[in-house]
């Protein structure tokens, strides 16, 4: 699903207008941005966590032109999914 | 700094930033993530901008081995939720960080990473820095600047820019970053060697050792055999190479002379490079002796006391008469020769090896007791090795014998604390 569809089922689900929702969600957002900078994560009750973890450097190799390249360390914000959220997931037929 | 908040924060703190009621602003919430949930679990992958892209994956089943008992077990295949943070999302995130970027290494540049298994490696040269050719080390940038000078002083000029982060391992960054800024200015001088920031990241260890000399030139090896190299080695080697140089003359002009001599001190190396070895690895010269000459009566080392083998013993088809011990088989009982061989393959472990000849996982000891002079450390075991699988009297091993598996135990410990 893309971005548009969803956005109109939410707007649906909340019978609001797309302006007051994309002002939701921009916050929704900006929060987000905010608590990863400080390295802080946002935990979503069901849901799961957005956290934002440190990845060290790393040496990787190119498999095209086999040169090595030194990978800089980084900050990567990740999600981790709930319990609730991860067996609902896992116990999906199998496509 | 690493603190999580919950819904009902984000709540407060949305509602603040949207100038909306809280109602409206947990609704909000309430409803995007359900529906977020509501549409990951179908299985659909889901794209929003500005956050990132949520997708199921199927995971394939995969064996692994229980933690506790040592059996092999299924993982059943399943799906998992991956996330990908958008390009804007991963842009503010990384911002501390943005200075950085991906750089490219030249070939000859051997880095100190952990490698895989070495075990064979029996040169005593593990000791030095394997430190490439200094004058490549410039390129080995961002990280692994040269001079670690890391005074307080310098640390304030970018402490604006790296606002936000306190937390250790920026800070620590913070500091390779000065390092990287220090070396392009040139502005200060390296001074002093201030000690490195604590923990510093695996690639840039080298750097900081006193660089060994580039590749020892030939010649050298009849003169300095290998010594651990001092810092100040520039101006040392002009020297060597000097007296290396005459050295290499004289040995020219008399070649039958020189390969004796060349022949000499590589076997001289050798035996040194294979005792160190064994030394290091608590192997005594007689242990070798009685392993190369088996049929020795060995007195001392091996004369555990043999235990009967009980008759269930799971899975021990080729030692299958159970004997009732005597005194004259405690001869024979050390020199049995190993039941089996087995190859270590990827995942192979030395506690299902024994929990398949002798029933009980506790007694891999033994396995890596019969294989202790090929074997450095029981936990890297390369590939390929092939494994003798000791006779189960050899070495008293009965799976229902309480005083057998503390025995087994006991040994294991001290292993541990040796190899840990």
Known sequence: ??????????????????????????GLLQIIKERSVSMDSVSIQGFGVFEPRKKLERISVNPATGKRMLIPPRIILTFKPGAVLKNRIKENPVR | MNTKISLSELTDQLSRKSDSTKKEAEQFLKEFFSLLSDTLVQGESLKINGLGQFRSIWVDARTSVNVHTGEPMEIPGHYKLSFTPDKSMREAVN???????????????????????????DEPEDEMPSQPAPENKPVEAPA????????????????????????????????????????????????????????????????????????????????????????????????????????????????????????????????????????????????????????????????????????????????????????????????LPPVATERMGKGSRLTLLALKYYGHKDFWVY?????????????????????????????????????????????ALRLKEKYE
């Open chain 1, 1 to 26: 699903m893309e971005h548009k569809q969803f956005f109109s089922i939410l707007q649906e689900r909340l019978g609001k207008d797309k302006k007051s929702v994309d002002a939701f969600y921009s």
């Open chain 2, 95 to 121: 911002a501390p960080f943005s200075a950085f970027v991906p750089e490219v290494l030249p070939d000859d540049v051997v880095l100190d990473m952990p490698e895989e298994s070495d075990a064979s490696d």
């Open chain 2, 144 to 335: 692994p600047a040269e001079q670690p000078a890391a005074d307080p002083s310098v640390t304030k000029l970018s402490e604006k820019e790296l606002d936000a982060l306190s937390d250790l391992v920026i800070e620590k960054l913070k500091t390779t970053e000065q390092q990287q800024q220090k070396a392009e200015e040139k502005t200060k001088s390296a001074t002093a060697e201030t000690p490195v920031v604590t923990a510093r990241v695996d690639v840039s260890e080298p750097a900081e050792t006193p660089v060994e000399e580039p590749e020892a030139p030939k010649e050298e090896t009849p003169v300095a055999t290998p010594t651990l190299t001092v810092e100040n080695e520039d101006e040392d080697e002009s020297d060597d190479d000097d007296s290396a140089e005459t050295l290499w003359e004289k040995i020219c002009r008399r070649p039958v002379l020189s390969t004796l001599c060349a022949v000499l001190v590589v076997l001289l190396l050798l035996t040194c490079s294979a005792a160190w070895q064994l030394q290091r690895q608590g192997i005594s010269m007689r242990d070798v002796w009685t392993y190369y000459f088996p049929s020795e009566p060995s007195a001392g080392d091996e004369s555990q006391p043999t235990l009967p083998l009980p008759e269930n013993n799971s899975g021990e088809s080729l030692v299958s008469t159970p004997e009732t011990t005597s005194p004259a088989d405690d001869v024979d009982v050390s020199t």
């Open chain 2, 367 to 411: 396995i890596y007791e019969e294989n202790k002079t090929r074997i450095s450390n029981p936990n890297r075991i390369p590939v390929g090795f092939d494994l003798a699988v000791p006779d189960a009297r050899k070495y008293g091993i009965d799976a229902n014998d309480e005083a057998s598996l503390q025995k087994a135990q006991d040994l």
